[in-house]
């Protein structure tokens, strides 16, 4: 069941109760209610009622600032400039972290996790228990309500930063959706600009001392220590799974500073190359090499560099999210 909800100051409007503050990162979003709790999200329509014209989903995710409202904003630009914003559902889930809860006295029905851990997939800490990608399956099960949309023939997850780690491991560990297959709808992948990627052996591109470096092959970097929502899955599996879906790297040809701030400097990430655009190169040539015949592409968008904004909104980020 969805919700519609707003905030005008500081009261709910058509909602459960919500106690919150103007400015508050939730503001004017809308709640996707699950059985572990309610995920917050931005929706560019009412995806409660049928959707009679939409004919393609994009799950928008945002980076580590948690900002859903800016990334809708930027999916809904997007699909406007592309002339395709009445057949476009913009949807941007929110992983809120604890903190958010303390600081913006946010009711405890919504989902939040441990600081990143929503990046690899981790079960959320309340109020139940669900995966990050376990809200994401939520999501895609949704859209393949005909009676809702009936006429949609594609889903697309895109995510930059750190939202494109999150696109690039859930295409890794995700389960599959038999119900896409039947109705005839096809999910797409497109990951931008993200810090790291996970790697499915122990090769790296960049010479390192393991000693130094033990982690270096745990998840979310490798296939050591994979969580709960993959269940009985192998490295083997997850990775015929991850070649034969169809994914977009879209990398920023600017996103190659070694000192960016928000670059992951940690010694595993560091294994896999100096910047962005090094790593994401890195990471598709080491598919390649594994798998000659990979389907896998990759776009580059020229004079961009660590701006998911201009990622999404550019020609190239515009032809990979709206053209199949």
Not at 111 to 133: E, N, Q
């Amino acid at each position: 069941m969805i919700k519609r909800w707003g905030l005008l100051l500081g009261v709910c409007v058509s909602c459960s109760t919500l106690a919150a503050t103007p400015g508050t990162k939730v503001a004017g979003l809308d709640r996707f209610h699950l059985a572990e709790g309610d995920l917050s999200l931005g929706l560019s329509q009412d995806w409660a009622k049928p959707l009679p014209k939409v004919t393609r989903a994009l799950i928008i995710v945002h980076g580590r600032l948690r900002n859903a409202q800016t990334y809708l904003r930027s999916g809904e630009h997007a699909a406007e400039h592309a002339g395709v914003a009445v057949s476009t559902l913009v949807i941007a889930p929110q992983f809120l972290d604890e903190s958010d809860m303390n600081h913006d006295l946010l009711d405890k029905q919504l989902l939040r996790w441990k600081v990143d851990d929503w990046m690899a997939g981790a079960p959320s800490t309340g109020p139940g228990k669900i995966s990050s990608y376990g809200a994401l399956d939520q999501i895609i099960k949704h859209l393949g309500n005909r009676k809702l949309f009936p006429v949609l023939n594609e889903i697309v997850i895109a995510g930059h930063s750190g939202g494109g780690q999150v696109v690039q491991r859930f295409a890794l560990a995700g389960h599959d959706h038999p119900l896409l297959k039947t109705e005839g709808i096809s999910l797409r992948y497109v990951v931008a600009n993200p810090s790291s990627y996970a790697y499915f052996s122990p090769q790296r591109p960049v010479p390192f001392d393991t000693t130094r470096c033990p982690s270096f092959n745990d998840w979310k970097y490798g296939m050591q220590k994979l969580p709960d929502y993959v269940g009985e899955r192998g490295a083997q599996q997850l990775e015929q799974a991850y070649v034969s879906r169809d994914i977009t790297y879209l990398l920023g040809q600017q996103d190659t500073d070694p000192n960016h701030p928000a670059l992951d400097k940690n010694c595993e990430a560091e294994t896999q190359g100096a910047y962005r655009l090094i790593r994401g190169h890195n990471y598709f040539d080491y598919l390649k090499l594994r798998h000659p015949q990979l389907a896998h592409r990759l776009v580059e968008v020229p004079g961009v560099g660590h701006d998911g904004d201009k990622m999404f909104t550019s020609p190239e980020g515009e032809k990979v999210l709206f053209t199949q």
